[in-house]
């Protein structure tokens, strides 16, 4: 049984990525091949997959969920979005010296206002005076994680976005996505590489550490994702010819892994708080690329499940003396399956 402590490592602080490569697929690829570890770049990923292999993406689209604004005492506040519950509702984080009561409004980038409704937990229920997502792009600003030391800007904009981002709900970014650009994205399709999406929200969660030395008495975040029919028959279709469904990112794999709870996929949406662990068993995941991960999260835990425990240990002890680059803007990982 693992602990908290298991999963701690000491990352020289210079190794954080903050800002990302000129071109995205230029990063370093560590590829976990049992126990070999082995360097190469990216764009080496077209060589180590075969045709009719399945990349599952995550196609969800980061918004600019961070704001700046007044309370009518004038108090100055910050406001995370963590998730959209409708055209006209939010639940937010808000961060104030004060706790705004209920009822109250809070003035958002000196554009609108909104009103604070119930706490629940960390969140607040916010009402916006018209469409969300309007107001969000138009006057938001991106969320960069909080390891990284800057403001977001243009090129943030552009780059903590996936190519194929498509559907708006995120505060965080499906980070191994970052690596893919379209060029690459034609060269898999080129070999004859399937390619399909699920859309997973990537709430704030994602990076807290967790905070409890046993395991079992950690909360996870939740999350909402939908898987469509067509991405479940593109899974099964895979299977049957015997190739490999390759999760780009922890992101679709929580949700591919999230909608095999039966122990076959299925489609639908749902809010997912699945804690992988090791011991945990993969029902529809094969394969993973994925970036390096904090400290003591969550998504390190997970792929110690996939991969192995030992195995990620020598990995990321490697990558540290290699000076691969961690985090969002970081490196990558390609991982196998324990059980594949």
Same mark, same amino acid.
């Given at each position: ?14 190794? &954080? ?14 590829? +976990?091949? /049992?126990?070999?570890? &082995? ?20 196609d969800t689209r980061v ?5 700046? /604004? ?6 100055? +506040?910050?406001?995370? =979005?963590?998730? +959209? ?20 409004? =809070? ?12 706490r629940a937990g960390e ?24 390891? &990284? ?37 034609d060269k898999l399709h080129?070999? /004859? ?8 929200? +990537? ?21 909402? $994702? ?19 469904? &390759? ?41 993973? =690329? ?33 000076? $691969?680059?961690?985090?969002? $803007? /970081? ?10």
């Open positions: 049984m693992y602990s908290l402590s298991d999963f701690d490592f000491d990352l020289p602080p210079e190794l &954080i990525a903050q800002t990302p490569l000129p071109e995205r697929s230029a990063s370093r690829l560590l590829h +976990v091949d /049992g126990d070999a570890l &082995i360097d190469r770049a990216f764009s080496e990923i077209v060589d180590l997959l075969t045709p009719g292999d399945l990349l599952v993406f995550n918004l600019k969920a961070r704001f700046f /604004g007044v309370k009518e005492t004038g108090g100055k +506040v910050e406001v995370l =979005i963590e998730r +959209v519950l409708d055209d006209r509702s939010v639940h937010a984080q808000v961060r104030a010296s004060k706790s705004p009561p209920p009822g109250s409004c =809070i003035r958002l980038a000196d554009a609108f206002d909104v009103t604070v409704g119930e969140f607040y229920t916010l009402e916006f005076p018209s469409n969300v997502f309007e107001l969000i792009d138009a006057h938001g600003r991106l969320p960069l994680p909080p390891y &990284i030391d800057h403001a977001a800007d243009e090129f943030d904009e552009k780059r903590y976005q996936t190519v194929y981002a498509k559907e708006p709900g995120a505060v965080a970014a499906p980070t191994a996505g970052l690596h893919f650009d379209q060029a690459l994205l080129a070999k /004859g590489v399937q390619c399909a999406f699920v859309t997973l929200h +990537v709430g704030a969660g994602t990076f807290q550490p967790v905070r409890v030395e046993n395991l079992a008495e950690h909360k996870m975040h939740s999350e909402w $994702y939908t898987i469509s029919q067509a991405t479940v028959d593109a899974v099964r279709a895979a299977r049957a010819a015997g190739r490999n469904v &390759i999760a780009v990112g922890t992101t679709s794999l929580r949700a591919l892994e999230s909608a095999s709870q039966s122990g076959e996929l299925q489609a639908g949406s749902a809010d997912t708080a699945l804690f992988i662990t090791p011991g945990y068993v993969f029902k529809t995941v094969d394969r993973l =690329i994925t970036n390096f991960h904090l400290p003591k999260s969550t998504l390190l835990m997970l792929v110690s499940a996939f991969a192995g425990y030992e195995r990620i240990r020598a990995a990321y002890a490697h990558a540290i003396a290699q000076r $691969y680059r961690f985090f969002s $803007y /970081g490196d990558a990982m390609l991982l196998t399956g324990t059980t594949c």
